[in-house]
């Protein structure tokens, strides 16, 4: 018998070979390698219980560590004892503006009306209804003795309550995993105890509680539930200096009656509710709706039932991505100093709707740091998720340091793809085949491009379209690369070449801070075009912004400088523009700062006239400062009417139909430089820019380039993106049906 | 030839009985060994075997159909193709499978030669019952 022994061949016919090179050494038993022997089978039962032994020891070994564990309990086992608690659910919300009046026969109404926590109301999206609750108790003043008006906070699900009697060997859990932690409450003989987020190391770490605070804890146990747990009152072990063994807070006693209450959610299902109605009534109240608005310009009542709709649901927290933050919040340890600090906190909260993330600071620009986001759903975020991440940030971060938001620019991969197929062996339809190819192409951009600053390499797309389906003989694609600008973002473009009165040659990197405009040249690993791509023999084309409508047109702003106080207006010509309650932002072109601005009221039915109030309770406007609002850009009254953009006129699926495109500079094929010339031109007038959001087809305007050179790197901070639902229009796949004559086969 | 006390092959009994001297666990040795080597090798369904669903000779399938010609001719088949793959000790000679449809079953006799020690004519029977 051999004195050392392979331990690490784990496969069954190598174990059995093994035993039977054991019993080689043996003259009992001899007929060891006859398949037929009893003692062969003998043999397959002691390979087998060897090798299920160590499948499992060397499973659960992998799932002891955080890096290889496929079992979410495991990686949330482990991510706990970093001090990680993964998140919940969470329930899709909404604030609406909401009226009720009073309806019972005392003469002197109440002047106050409280809608209780639980209070319910029913809201629906694509025929499926939801229920809705209020929160927390809210209370509504009344602005005539009968009318109550007031925003009510509205979340998504069902509250559950369940009661208990304390015992020392007690625990307690809330047996559903379809819950949102951040509305656990909890009462111990009506007196409420706090939730204690356990990861929230700065602020609410157990060690650092007192053992007298009224406080609970959460954790995930191995089923998906939470458990509510508690601290020691009193440290009377006996190692009490021991931080290690210590929980702060109160424990109850023995009979306590414990009452829990928490959220049961349908998380993002419930995203895009609308029509929300109160399914419960409070006695002497009458539920009115949700407040009715006016069109500015016609008087007419808007329809507001649609304005406001549910969003932020999420799904429980996936275990990559536990897996990937958990060792950085420990190594955060509380507090946002770095990059990795910043994207650790935001995902941490915000994940579940964070597709992708960038944080960066720019060098001589201090006090600041950018982090950009590409959601989940869509490509652009609210102005009040970001808002929401900016007030969590603060918790955290150094206070000399500011997070700003930026959104991300995006660069989408126009791909016209020709495809060689043999219909013989196509056995599904056309459709289904190009729908395939496109899902494919879908995961091949989710598995090597899902990242900022990752490149783009059209042979691994083609390999990738080749192996789609058996029927593809082969496949070429021509590569258009198109950058799509918020209006607001292109505007700032628009202005800050004007300030720094030099347009000759222009990169937009997204990165910089608020999209500063640097006089640079196409780098040209970034946009490479060579001198084969001569269009036509000439050496140029025009570099066009597009589409608008064609039917509408800018107004001029009148008096935006003239505010004061809380309060600026200006003229409205142009109808149904911005909702009450639509935010956006005022910039001074003297000072970098920027004000949330909310429209409160429409001053005449006709719509003349617009009042905004500060809502970041800053003490007014400067007013020796011009305010721009930040929404669209000016006018630019040059209509492209030339063929000489890619030797095309603009048609077809890249151009939007019956919308206006127009020159803004032009494009050197020879050195690859693109050039934006007709700034100062397109800006006539615009000493006092107004802003008009429906001049634009889109919200947004593309800038589009050929690139010959098919390899995409895209510079540090831009996101290659490929979104085949939301625009459709940068895709397309042409099948070539190839017939083979079978002679020359 | 081997003589009578030469042990050329061995292996556990086939219900695992102790031997009523030393109490050992029982040992069958020779043409002995092979016969019930034989059976086990028959009476072993595809999938029995673990990891080597191939192994064995799925006679049981077979028992659910009339025990008529055709079947035993099947059966016979069968019977032939798992000697030859899994008990290399043996040189078949003669399968013989008879269908008895009046009593339901099978008579099989199987007739071979050792082929390491050249042990002639050695002949296993039995009945198989259909079901």
């Not at chain 1, 609750?133 to 309550?161: E, W, Y």
């Not at chain 1, 949330?596 to 003490?619: F, K, P, R």
């Not at chain 2, 016979?76 to 399968?95: A, S």
């Amino acid at each position: 018998m051999a004195t050392t022994k392979n331990l690490s061949n784990l496969s069954f016919d190598a174990v059995k070979a093994d035993l039977i090179q054991y019993l080689k050494n043996s003259n009992i038993f001899k007929d060891y390698d006859f398949t037929g022997s009893k003692l062969n089978v003998l043999l397959d039962l002691l390979a087998y219980s060897i090798i299920y032994g160590g499948t499992y020891s060397n499973a659960a070994l992998y799932e002891s560590f955080l890096d290889y564990a496929r079992q979410r309990e495991s990686v949330v086992a482990l991510a706990q004892n970093l001090g990680y608690v993964p998140s919940s659910s969470t329930a899709s919300s909404v604030v609406i503006p909401y009226e009720f009046e009073y309806s019972g026969n005392s003469i002197i109404p109440p002047t106050e009306l409280t809608i209780p926590k639980g209070f319910k109301f029913t809201a629906s999206v694509e025929n499926k209804k939801y229920s809705f609750v209020v929160p927390t108790d809210t209370v509504f003043t009344s602005s005539n003795n009968f009318n109550f008006i007031g925003d009510l906070s509205l979340v998504q699900g069902s509250f559950i309550r369940s009661e208990s009697v304390w015992k020392n060997d007690s625990r307690i859990f809330i047996k559903t995993s379809d819950i949102d932690r951040k509305y656990i409450t909890l009462t111990v003989n009506g007196e409420t105890f706090d939730l204690s987020d356990p990861s929230d190391i700065l602020n609410n770490n157990a060690a650092r509680r007192l053992s007298a605070e009224k406080v609970f804890y959460i954790r995930e146990t191995i089923e998906g539930w939470t458990e509510v747990y508690f601290g020691m009152t009193e440290d009377n072990s006996d190692d009490s200096n021991n931080l290690f063994v210590y929980v702060g807070g109160i424990r109850p006693s023995e009979g306590d009656v414990i009452v829990v209450e928490y959220l049961v959610t349908n998380g993002n299902d419930a995203d895009y509710c609308t029509n929300f109605k109160a399914i419960d009534s409070i006695t002497n109240f009458k539920s009115i709706g949700i407040i009715v608005e006016y069109n500015a310009a016609t008087g007419q009542k808007i329809d507001s039932s649609t304005y406001y709709y549910s969003s932020g649901g999420g799904t429980k927290e996936d275990i990559e991505r536990i897996r990937k933050i958990a060792p950085k919040i420990q190594e955060a340890q509380g507090r946002c100093v770095t990059a990795n600090d910043y994207k650790a906190f935001i995902l941490k909260q915000f994940g579940s709707d964070i597709d992708n993330l960038n944080v960066w600071t720019e060098e001589g620009i201090s006090g600041r740091a950018y982090y950009a986001i590409k959601p989940t759903n869509g490509l652009t975020t609210s102005p009040s998720f970001t808002k929401s991440i900016n007030t969590y940030l603060k918790k955290y971060n150094v206070a000399t340091i500011t997070p700003y938001y930026v959104d991300p620019i995006y660069i989408f991969i126009n791909t016209v793809l020709k495809i060689d197929y043999d219909p013989t062996l196509l056995k599904i339809s056309e459709t289904q085949l190009i729908q395939n190819i496109i899902n494919d192409i879908q995961l091949f951009y989710k598995n090597t491009i899902n990242d900022f600053g990752k490149a783009y390499y059209n042979s691994r797309l083609l390999t990738v379209v080749d192996n789609a389906d058996p029927c593809i003989l082969g496949s070429a694609c021509d590569v258009v690369l198109v950058k799509e600008f918020p209006v607001e973002v292109f505007w700032s473009l628009n202005k800050a070449i004007n300030t720094a009165n030099d347009a000759s040659y222009v990169d937009i990197q997204p990165n910089r801070s608020l999209y500063s405009i640097e006089p640079i040249i196409y780098n040209s690993t970034e946009l490479h075009i060579e001198s084969t791509d001569i269009v036509d023999g000439t050496e140029s084309g025009s570099l066009i912004i597009g589409p608008q409508t064609a039917t509408k047109v800018f107004i001029n702003e009148t008096d935006a400088s003239s505010a004061g106080g809380t309060t600026i207006s200006w003229a409205e010509t142009v109808s149904n523009r911005l909702p009450v309650n639509a935010i956006f932002t005022l910039t001074s072109d003297t000072e970098e700062k920027s004000f949330d601005y909310t429209v409160i009221e429409y001053l005449d039915s006709a719509g003349t006239q617009m009042l905004v109030q500060l809502t970041d309770g800053t003490n007014g406007l400067d007013r020796d400062s011009t305010y721009y609002a930040m929404i669209t850009p000016y006018y630019f009254n040059l209509p492209y009417t030339g063929t000489d953009f890619n030797s095309a006129t603009p048609s077809g699926p890249h151009y939007v139909e019956n919308g206006v495109w127009y020159v803004i500079g032009d494009i050197n094929y020879v050195d690859g430089t693109f050039r934006i010339n007709r700034w100062s031109t397109m800006t006539t007038n615009t000493t006092d820019p107004s802003s008009e959001n429906s001049l634009w087809e889109d919200d947004f305007v593309r800038m589009q380039i050929d690139v010959p050179e098919s390899d995409i790197y895209p510079s540090d901070g831009e996101l290659i993106v490929f979104e085949p639902y939301l625009r459709p229009e940068y895709i397309s796949v042409k099948l070539n049906p190839i017939i083979f004559n079978k002679k020359l086969k | 030839m081997a003589t009578k006390e030469e042990i050329f092959y061995s292996d556990i009994i086939f219900n695992m009985e102790k031997h009523p001297l030393t109490s050992d666990l029982g040992i069958v040795t020779n043409i002995r060994s092979i016969k019930e080597s034989i059976i086990n090798l028959l009476l072993t369904n595809y999938g029995e075997r673990l990891y080597h669903p191939e192994i064995g000779c799925n006679i049981s399938a077979l028992l659910f159909t009339n025990a008529n010609y055709i079947t035993a001719k099947v059966l016979k088949g069968h019977i032939i193709t798992t000697i030859n793959n899994y008990e290399p000790r043996v040189l078949l000679k003669i399968v013989d499978v008879k269908a008895s449809p009046d009593t339901s079953e099978f008579v099989v006799s199987i007739t071979f030669t050792v082929i390491s020690v050249n042990i002639d004519n050695q002949q296993i029977s039995f009945k198989l019952k259909t079901k």
